[in-house]
């Protein structure tokens, strides 16, 4: 018995032992697929790896300490599905002067590096996304026979816009269209399909050789719906064509409806003119004043176009774009809506005016224009009497960029129904500060209907949200922020306002609240503790 028992306890003993070191193997071996870099090193790896994904992080960030683990996870399992990208991280808190040169934003920063080009990751960070994305990147486009060329521009597959190389295997312009796809991917996505057909091999690599464009419902009137590229095969000139024809100058109604939202904002993104006015229904009768307008608005834009590539121009009917595309442009308030990194900018203009057109775009682009944000009236008197503080579009940089308050923001929506459980909160928290005579030490309560208001906070995460913003003395920009993810009941809301406004440090409250933290010491012992934690 005793025998047995023993064999037992030691086959038990190997067996863990096996488990342990197979866990230990298994997480050398993750952790291996990931380059540990520093800023001098990450340029030496860029010349040895065609592809790096670079994860640009902070020791302190709490997220990149949550994203760790799964980041390696995702390393193993790129190599698993035979991607070729090599995965890196680099602690820019030791590089500080990658911040600018990569536009890191926030931490983590995901960033595939190809050939000099920077793609970021704009995704969930979960495996499949991510892998996704690598995918994309990486994956050639399809490879079909020239009898199956047809077939492929009519396909339910080809969505909107197709592209077909046909060329000889091997040669330049293989290459250059291969290059260029890459490219294409990478701004453009799964909006527009590719695919690449070979030539036999007695064929003539350059003058055999052919590209062509399927624009489905995009062509202009009169326009061909394909067409072929005629220029010389450059990877800049393949990308440059592919785009300034899969974007219509003039965009007719149905276009902008195929665009979609997330479409508008993402060529926003790169920089792009939406001329509105209204499109006749009949564009070939010379008496209807739209119609004319429309064409002399057409012949100037491809003008524009042509001189100002930096720019993509699409023109919308009003009466037909969805409500999203309409929020996003203003309503139309506006003949001319200019989009770039996010923002939105108004041309009081003749939009026929070329000059003064050109002249707008100069200083959008150079960042002189103010962006526009739709916005209520402001009220005649912006406090209420519960002591909070109506913000619209047209107020927010003066009462936010105040940088001597310490202003405290409720983002809502009217039809969220968390939002209409802390109004009575909100509005006691508004009473309770000027109770306490905060108010007078430079504390504000605000509230933004951010259905109705646009500003620089982002509310695209939900409703609501509560951000506060500490005085501070610099210059009149929207400085740091600190967003509210606790509780939302008052006495948390107090304590966060204790912790955090800079016009109330030192400061006891006169109100006692048995769930608020009040004396002093102990509140900065709290205090640090939570740094600690982070």
Known sequence: AQGTLARTFLSRVFSSMRIWCFLCVFCFHVEAQVIELTGDTLRRALDEHERLFVEFYAPWCGHCKQFAPHYEMIAFKAQQEGLKTRFAKIDVDSARHLVSEYSIAGYPSLKLLRSGKIFDFEGDRIPEKILSFLHEHEDPPSTILQSEIEDFFNSSEVNTFGVV??????????KVFLNAYFDLVGFEGPRIKYAISYLPKNADAKTDASLTLRRSG???IGEEERISFDKGWKDEGVVNWVLSNTYPLVGESASLKKYGFDTVKKIGKEGSVLVLFDIADDLDDENDMTAKKAKTIKRFMRILAAEHPYWKFAAADLGFVNDDIKSLLGNGSSSLTVLLDKAKYRADCDV???VAVASFLKSVRAGQARPWYMSEKAPEVLVGDDG?????????????????????VEFYAPWCGHCKELAPIWSDLGRRVQEEGWHDRGVVIGRMDAVANECQEDTSGGFPK???YPAVSTQRKL?????FTGNRDLSSLVEFLLENAKKLQGVEPKVRDASIVFDLAKRELQKKRKQQEL
Do not use: C, P
Request: charged share 30%; net charge positive; hydrophobic share 45%.
């Open 479 to 483: 400085r740091s922020k600190v967003v």
């Open 352 to 354: 026929g005016d070329q």
């Open 165 to 174: 190389a046909v060329v000889k295997k091997g040669s330049v312009r293989e």
């Open 388 to 408: 909070v503080t109506t913000v619209v579009g047209t107020t927010f940089e003066e009462i936010i960029m105040n940088v001597k308050r310490d202003v405290f």
């Open 466 to 468: 509560l951000v506060l």
């Open 218 to 220: 995009f062509a202009e």
